[in-house]
């Protein structure tokens, strides 16, 4: 029925980012490429009896971040930093992206 409080089973019911660049935080409503693939290394011994091959883990690639419909009420900071890195100036931070529920509590990190 309309109005029923909502059970913890449903989805959420719009994704709701938080993302900290450092001391920068943002909140965003898409954030894509949150995904990491690795290669596979196929692999025998030179004295191995099996002529068949192991597949072995190799190098992880990870994809690029994309942040999309930001909200920036009365903040630059984020666009300040962003300022910095078209200017060449590189500057390491650590990137932390949150998921939030509609109350705004992290669900997952």
Same mark, same amino acid.
């Given at each position: 029925?309309?109005?029923?409080?909502?059970?913890? #089973?449903?989805?959420?019911?719009?994704?709701? &980012?938080?993302?900290?660049?450092?001391?920068?935080?943002?909140? &965003?409503?898409?954030?894509?490429? /949150?995904? #990491?693939?690795?290669?596979?290394?196929?692999?025998?011994?030179?004295?191995?009896?099996?002529?068949?091959?192991?597949?072995?883990?190799?190098?992880?690639?990870?994809?690029? #971040?994309? /942040?999309?419909?930001?909200? &920036?009420?009365?903040?630059?900071?984020?666009?300040?930093?962003?300022?910095?890195?078209?200017?060449?100036?590189?500057?390491? /931070?650590? #990137?932390?992206?949150?998921?939030?529920?509609?109350?705004?509590?992290?669900?997952?990190?």
């Amino acid at each position: 029925m309309a109005g029923d409080v909502q059970d913890n #089973v449903w989805p959420l019911p719009k994704f709701y &980012f938080q993302v900290n660049i450092g001391d920068t935080n943002g909140s &965003f409503q898409e954030v894509s490429g /949150l995904d #990491v693939e690795a290669q596979v290394i196929e692999y025998r011994h030179g004295n191995s009896p099996e002529f068949s091959t192991i597949k072995m883990p190799g190098i992880k690639k990870f994809s690029n #971040v994309t /942040l999309k419909k930001g909200v &920036f009420k009365d903040d630059t900071s984020f666009w300040d930093w962003f300022n910095k890195i078209q200017m060449n100036t590189i500057e390491r /931070l650590t #990137v932390t992206i949150s998921l939030l529920d509609e109350t705004g509590a992290p669900v997952q990190t």
